[in-house]
Structures are given as C-alpha cells and as structure tokens.
C-alpha cells in the first residue's frame, strides 16, 4: 500500500473546527495522482498523449474527525483494474494515534476524445505498470 503524508490545513476546517467532509475526496485526488507517480505513470504525460483518467464514481466513510494540523497519512491501493476501469481503495489514519479517520474508494475510467478506451490497448506500458504494481502488492 502506498502512503501519501498530507497535514490538515486552517483553511480548509469548517466553522466547528475540523476539516469540512469535502476536503476528503480533493485529498483522495492529491493521493491518486501521487500514487499513479508510484506505479510509474506520470499523469500529466497521459494528458498529453491524450488519454484523460475521470472519476466516475467515488464513496467516502468517515470515522473520526480531522483538526487542523493533524498529519494525516493516506494509504492508497488498486482494489480492481480491467484495464478500462481503475477502482482504489483509501484508508485515512490521524498520525497520531493510528486511529483511522476515512475510507473511501474511487473509481475512474479512461478516455481518449471523449471515448472510453482501453489502457491496454491504448498504452500496454502503462497497463502493464498498474499489472506489475498490484502483483508486487499481492505477493508481500
């Protein structure tokens, strides 16, 4: 599992003092990108080629709160991946304590023009990095 650091910000805590619900899921994006870094696919280079990776559909649990200026590490993992479809599962923990704080999960697709397309096809490189990626996490 990947772990992306990431400290709770005053900007970003509601009038209660604790980091509004919405800033979850742009945390689970700054992860997603810094996890695909990982795995060997640069995000900005599959822009420009010309394949965009959308979210599709996304579900968040929370568990406890986050204050300002907790650290918050975010594990990050391939659940499942077709080629077409990439779902990853997130597990947020207060550095603290350990205490996990949310889970969620993405899922995203992969288009080209506006056209749902194949990673494998499109770009076999990269489908196998995200292959190579989830048999290394399979076999620790």
Known sequence: MYTYIRRAQYHETD?????????????????????????GIDYRRLEESGIIS???GISVQYKKTVRFDDE?????????????????????????????????????????????VSLKKERPELDAKVREYMAREQAE
């Not at 700054?30 to 996890?35: C, H, L, P």
């Not at 077709?82 to 889970?103: F, K, P, W």
Request: glycine share 8%; aromatic share 10%; charged share 20%.
């Open 72 to 116: 918050v590490h975010i594990g990050v993992y391939v659940k499942k991946y077709n080629g077409i479809r990439l779902e990853l599962g997130y597990e947020m923990r207060n550095q603290a304590d350990g205490a996990v704080c949310t889970t969620a999960s993405s899922q995203s697709c992969f288009t080209k023009n506006g056209v749902i």
């Open 15 to 39: 009038q209660m003092g604790i980091i509004h619900h919405s800033n979850y899921v742009k945390w689970m994006e700054e992860a997603r990108i810094r996890f695909l870094e990982e795995m």
């Open 54 to 56: 959308p979210i599709v």
